[in-house]
């Protein structure tokens, strides 16, 4: 497999685990709002669903920001995951596991962007 084909896979795997995190945590903050009232709870729904948008677009786009916008997607996601393990319904619990593998992914991401552009750099100098 080149180089070029394995981006290209790593790409689409970010672009559709952060699509399919979007999903779950708008789903989730649905039925959230009636098991949780907790603001801090639903703003950190919200914030993941919305980052996870925004990182599946930056991959799509080939954005240089693709690298940190994965980066701050991760952590949000990672809080987001421990969180809903606190609960006892299956659909937290389950939006919890897909958020922690979108943060995994996205850390994945931040690490080849970031060596992409230390590699440039080196060319550069």
């Not at 606190?86 to 970031?114: L, N, S, T, W, Y």
């Amino acid at each position: 497999m080149t180089q070029a084909s394995s981006q290209n896979r790593d790409t689409q795997n970010g672009i559709d685990q952060c699509l399919k995190c979007y999903e779950v945590c708008t789903r989730t903050l649905a039925a959230g709002l009636e098991i949780n009232e907790d603001q801090d709870f639903i703003t950190a729904l919200q914030l993941c669903a919305q980052t996870c948008q925004l990182v599946a677009q930056a991959l799509l786009l080939d954005s240089p920001f693709a690298g940190k916008t994965s980066l701050l997607c991760a952590e949000i996601c990672e809080e987001v995951a421990l969180i809903c393990e606190e609960f006892e319904e299956e659909e937290m619990r389950d939006c919890g596991a897909v958020c922690a593998e979108c943060a995994k992914v996205c850390r994945q991401i931040h690490e080849g962007e970031k060596k992409k552009s230390q590699q440039l750099d080196h060319l550069l100098n």
